[in-house]
């Protein structure tokens, strides 16, 4: 079974700092490889799709990257509405998600 | 405009059944399938499974395979979670979500429901 392994778990980080979130994947896989925002008592809300493409909507300081294994968020100016939780999805026959990296005020 | 609305809260005790509802509006729902999502309190999210309005075809993560039924009503645009015999750790929030195929991205997500499991 693939596991999605994401790191940081936890990042305290300032308004204006450059923040970068790991999803790593246990063996290679496509490029179906999704990242959500999730605030407390909210739906999740999708950011990027297919790694690397910003969903309609999604300010443009959100990107993606990666291939194969190892792929990224980046935050290149964190903004105060940016403090939530983040997750990687991976789908392919059936999907996981990645578990979680909650990015706080530092 | 797009929206999924799921039914409310439930409370429920462990051995009791249950079915609780996503209606699809602003699209046509037979088109795109439903893919429901486990959030356990204070835990992060677990994928369960789709549905395809369609034809009510399912997929099951291998870890909810057996635990739930997945179903879709056409005629009301509706998509369902069911549970036959509740446990305690089934207390969770459970969000519907659009499923996109060219994306493979859950792109739209109803407000959750709540499912509480107590003696």
């Known amino acids: 079974d693939i596991q999605m392994t994401q790191s940081p778990s936890t990042l305290s980080a300032s308004v204006g700092d450059r923040v970068t979130i790991t999803c790593r994947a246990s063996q290679i896989i496509s490029s179906w490889l999704t990242w959500y925002q999730q605030k407390p008592g909210k739906a999740p809300k999708l950011l990027i799709y297919?790694?690397?493409s910003l969903e309609t909507g999604v300010p443009s300081r959100f990107s993606g990257s990666g291939s194969g294994t190892e792929f990224t968020l980046t935050i290149s100016s964190l903004q105060p509405d940016d403090f939530a939780t983040y997750y990687c999805?991976?789908?392919?026959?059936?999907?996981?998600f990645g578990g979680g990296t909650k990015v706080e005020i530092k | 405009e797009v929206q999924l609305v799921q039914s409310g809260a439930e409370v429920k005790k462990p051995g009791e059944s249950l079915k609780i509802s996503c209606k699809g509006s602003g699209y046509s729902f037979t088109t795109y399938w439903i893919a429901w999502v486990r959030q356990m309190p204070g835990k992060g999210l677990e994928w369960m499974g789709l549905?395809?309005?369609?034809?009510?075809?399912?997929r099951y993560s291998p870890s909810f395979q057996g635990q739930v039924t997945m179903s879709a009503d056409r005629s009301t645009s509706t998509a369902y979670l069911q549970w036959s015999s509740l446990k305690a750790s089934d207390t969770a929030m459970y969000y519907c979500?659009?499923?996109?195929?060219?994306?493979?991205?859950?792109?739209?997500w109803g407000q959750g429901t709540l499912v509480t499991v107590s003696s």
């Open positions: 979500a659009r499923h996109v195929d060219a994306t493979a991205a859950l792109d739209y």
């Open positions: 549905v395809y309005p369609g034809d009510s075809d399912t």
């Open positions: 297919k790694a690397s």
């Open positions: 999805q991976q789908y392919n026959d059936y999907s996981i």
